[in-house]
């Protein structure tokens, strides 16, 4: 497994293996391309963005994406993806995608990493030494 950063030319690779990705349990969401590839744009030209691939035989099996979020006293990295394709999951993709991007960050001093997840991804996220904030998401549908 190779673990490179993301690229402009690769962001189709990625946007198709999101799709995949996010089609299978526990999400089952129906991203069309288009719309993969927007959101990965949106979230790699944010200020200090950053994302890594991980790949297998040329294909993109993961990635990870997100973005430096300034704040008062650090700086945060706030991850805005986390994916791997259905069937490549519970192999340690995540798990290094993670390693590689703590090891950037550190580079940049960057200490602390924030993401929503939901409830299922929960365990994964343990493993890998996160702990749960004392922070709620809120939202609100406008009609």
């Known amino acids: 497994m190779r673990i490179k950063e993301i690229t402009d030319k690769d962001i189709c690779d990625v946007a198709r ?3 995949s990705a996010y089609s299978e349990e526990p999400w089952h969401e129906n991203w069309s391309m ?3 590839e927007r959101r990965v744009r949106a979230i790699l030209y944010n200020y200090g963005s950053l994302g890594l691939m991980a790949q ?6 993961g ?3 997100g973005y430096i979020d300034p704040y008062a006293e650090e700086d945060f990295f706030y991850i805005s993806e986390i994916f791997v394709r259905a069937g ?3 192999n340690g993709i995540g798990t290094v995608l993670l390693s590689k991007l703590e090891e950037k960050l550190l580079l940049q001093e960057v200490r ?3 993401l929503m997840s939901i409830q299922h991804n929960i365990p994964f996220y343990e493993k890998n030494k996160m702990t749960k904030d004392s922070i709620y998401i809120m939202y609100k549908r406008i009609d």
Do not use: C, G, S, Y
Not at 56 to 61: A, D, H, K, L, P
């Open 88 to 90: 490549r999951r519970k």
């Open 56 to 61: 297998e035989n040329q294909e993109v099996v």
């Open 112 to 114: 602390v990493i924030q």
């Open 17 to 19: 293996t999101m799709v």
């Open 34 to 36: 288009d719309k993969a």
């Open 63 to 65: 990635a990870v994406l």
